[in-house]
T-cell receptor
Framework: GAVVSQHPSRVICKSGTSVKIECRSLDFQATTMFWYRQFPKQSLMLMATSNEGSKATYEQGVEKDKFLINHASLTLSTLTVTSAHPEDSSFYIC????????????FGPGTRLTVL | GQNIDQPTEMTATEGAIVQINCTYQTSGFNGLFWYQQHAGEAPTFLSYNVLDGLEEKGRFSSFLSRSKGYSYLLLKELQMKDSASYLCAVSDGDYKLSFGAGTTVTVRA
């Protein structure tokens, strides 16, 4: 199956700093990438949809100025959590969709963010 | 909006069969996915249904009825490693996935 990587896998930062998370599709070109957030014992919540070369589409309630998404190429999307606060601590997961007939999304391994 | 319901928890014995039901009401439909997620890890793909009927893949099978907005995931010959959270997700007209809250399956010896 297709492989999606995320970096870093874990990050601990101080309140007020910005954190960048990278999502890469390693062996296919991702027409669309998605960013999810998952709080403990809850399901994945879609934050935004990222298409290469265009602005991301954010879900209702997600601040686009706080969660900056850049999809610079067909294999890389980045999520920057700006001025992070403890309530932003969560598990952030990206997924990538290629041109598979079943519209399957391939998930990255996730990034555990802890804001002190 | 999307509304996806699945049971919170299920417990079964090793070697047994467990069926996880999922009902959904969505604004668009481009298929239904089942994912397995172990604690602290990303979801892994199990199955995809876009047409009515049963899809079988080894010990796992998934069923879909679009008219009823209903799906189930059937896990056979349960193994201890099957203890995990199982997520039902519906793809809408824009190929976005909406996830249910997940069903935690505990397999006991």
């Amino acid at each position: 199956g297709a492989v999606v990587s995320q970096h870093p896998s874990r990050v601990i930062c101080k309140s007020g700093t910005s954190v960048k998370i990278e999502c890469r599709s390693l062996d296919f070109q991702a027409t669309t990438m998605f960013w999810y957030r998952q709080f403990p014992k809850q399901s994945l919540m879609l934050m935004a949809t990222s298409n290469e070369g265009s602005k991301a589409t954010y879900e209702q309630g997600v601040e686009k100025d706080k969660f900056l998404i850049n999809h610079a190429s067909l294999t890389l999307s980045t999520l920057t959590v700006t001025s992070a606060h403890p309530e932003d601590s969560s598990f952030y997961i990206c997924s990538a969709r290629g041109l598979a007939e079943n519209n399957e999304q391939f998930f990255g391994p996730g990034t555990r963010l802890t804001v002190l | 909006g999307q509304n996806i319901d699945q049971p919170t928890e299920m417990t079964a014995t090793e070697g047994a069969i467990v069926q996880i039901n999922c009902t959904y009401q969505t604004s668009g439909f481009n298929g239904l996915f089942w994912y397995q997620q172990h604690a602290g890890e990303a979801p892994t793909f199990l199955s995809y249904n876009v047409l009515d009927g049963l899809e079988e893949k080894g010990r796992f099978s998934s069923f879909l009825s679009r008219s009823k907005g209903y799906s189930y995931l059937l896990l056979k010959e349960l193994q201890m490693k099957d203890s995990a959270s199982y997520l039902c997700a519906v793809s809408d007209g824009d190929y976005k996935l909406s996830f249910g809250a997940g069903t935690t399956v505990t397999v006991r010896a």
